[in-house]
C-alpha cells in the first residue's frame, strides 16, 4: 500500500490563479479530509468527504472546492488564489469517521 | 466546541533521559480518541499513540506512554530514553467518536529537542 499520496511536494503561484492539489489513498479508507497548516496555528480543517458523492465544509472553507467521484481520490481546487492561502496543505483519511486519520506527505504552497 | 490546549511551545531533554509532554482539552463527550502525533522536519504527520477515552488503561507504544486522567481532560505523552530521531514537533489531538463530521482537533503543538 502506498497510504496517502499528494501531488506536487511545493507549489508557487500567482496571486489570481487556480490549481488543484491531489490527493489519493489505496486503503478503501471512506473518511478523507483536507487541513492547512500555518505556523503557530496547529492544522485546521477545509474540508471534508464521508464517502464518494458526499462532501462537507471545516472550519476555513472560503476559498476552496472539493469533490470526491471516487473512494480514491479527494482534490482540492484554489479557484483564484490568494497570499493568505499560502501554507502547508495535508491530506488524510481513515477508515470511517471515528478512526485514526493517517496523513499524506504535505504540500507546501506559496502564493506570490 | 473543542479545544486542545499544549502549555509548553518548546522543551528540550538530554539524550537518553525521559521528558513529559503536556496537553489539556475540553468537551462535553464522553466518547472520543486522543492522539499524539510528530512531525519531523521532513514534515510528515506521523502518529504516534492513541487512547479511547472509554479505556481506563494508559497507552504505551514502546518508549512512549501516555498518562490519560479523563476526569482532569489532560492527555500527557512521556517520552522515555530519548533519542536524537526523537526531535520534532508533537501535536496532541482530540477527535469525537462519532458520524459525520469528526475532524482532529489539534492543539497548536510543542517543539521538542533532544540533546547529545
Known amino acids: 500500500n502506498a497510504g496517502v499520496t499528494q501531488t506536487p511536494k511545493f507549489q508557487v503561484l500567482k496571486t489570481g490563479q487556480s490549481m488543484t492539489l491531489q490527493c489519493a489513498q489505496d486503503m478503501n479508507h471512506e473518511y478523507m479530509s483536507w487541513y492547512r497548516q500555518d505556523p503557530g496555528m496547529g492544522l485546521r480543517l477545509i474540508h471534508y468527504s464521508v464517502g464518494a458523492g458526499i462532501t462537507d465544509q471545516g472550519e476555513v472553507p472560503n476559498g476552496y472546492n472539493v469533490s470526491r467521484s471516487t473512494t480514491e481520490d479527494f482534490p482540492l481546487r484554489l479557484l483564484s488564489a490568494a497570499p493568505s492561502q499560502t501554507s502547508v496543505y495535508f491530506c488524510a483519511s481513515s477508515p470511517t469517521s471515528a478512526d485514526t486519520q493517517y496523513f499524506g506527505p504535505g504540500t507546501r504552497l506559496t502564493v506570490l | 466546541a473543542q479545544t486542545v490546549t499544549q502549555s509548553q511551545p518548546e522543551m528540550s531533554v538530554q539524550e537518553a533521559e525521559t521528558v513529559t509532554l503536556s496537553c489539556t482539552y475540553d468537551?462535553?463527550?464522553?466518547?472520543?480518541?486522543l492522539f499524539w502525533y510528530k512531525q519531523p522536519p521532513s514534515r510528515q504527520m506521523i502518529l504516534v499513540i492513541r487512547q479511547e477515552a472509554y479505556k481506563q488503561q494508559n497507552a504505551t507504544e514502546n518508549r512512549f506512554s501516555v498518562n490519560f486522567q479523563k476526569a482532569a481532560k489532560s492527555f500527557s505523552l512521556k517520552i522515555s530514553d530519548s533519542q536524537l530521531g526523537d526531535a520534532a514537533m508533537y501535536f496532541c489531538?482530540?477527535?469525537?467518536?462519532?458520524?459525520?463530521?469528526?475532524?482532529?482537533?489539534f492543539g497548536k503543538g510543542t517543539r521538542l529537542s533532544v540533546i547529545a
Open positions: 468537551t462535553s463527550e464522553s466518547d472520543y480518541y
Open positions: 489531538a482530540y477527535r469525537r467518536l462519532l458520524s459525520g463530521n469528526t475532524p482532529l482537533v
